[in-house]
């Protein structure tokens, strides 16, 4: 049974930073690309970033480029979602996913088959 658990979310004042982290239990990231996407209140879930697992290759969109960066650790079967510089309109359930590594567009929910539960990021002005 596929389980994808994010962590390091929590509550930060603008301009500061989280790492969020999205554990594989087992070997599911081989192979495939892994994304976290993002929803906020009353709102469609949306693209953050993603990370083909085996080639490293990212795709980080020109919204978040110089404040997002996302990276992984084979050892630790783990995929990083580094946030600096938040700002209040980055409030959201974050939630990290994976899907065939050539299924759909990157930035569709629907590339993805297995999502994690999310975590909370919350940025006060």
């Known amino acids: 049974q596929v389980q994808l658990v994010e962590s390091g979310g929590g509550s930060v004042q603008a301009g500061g930073s989280l790492r969020l982290s999205c554990a594989d239990s087992g070997s599911t990231f081989t192979n495939n690309r892994v994304g976290w996407f993002r929803q906020a209140p009353g709102k469609e879930r949306e693209f953050v970033v993603s990370?083909?697992?085996?080639?490293?290759?990212?795709f980080v969109p020109t919204s978040v480029k110089d404040r997002f960066a996302i990276s992984r650790d084979n050892a630790k079967n783990t995929v990083y979602l580094q946030m600096n510089n938040l700002k209040p309109v980055d409030t959201a359930v974050y939630y990290c996913?994976?899907?065939?590594?050539?299924?759909?567009?990157?930035?569709?929910?629907?590339?993805?088959?297995?999502w994690g539960q999310g975590t909370q990021v919350t940025v006060s002005s």
């Open positions: 990370i083909h697992w085996d080639s490293e290759n990212t």
């Open positions: 996913a994976v899907g065939p590594r050539f299924r759909g567009r990157h930035s569709d929910t629907s590339a993805y088959v297995y």
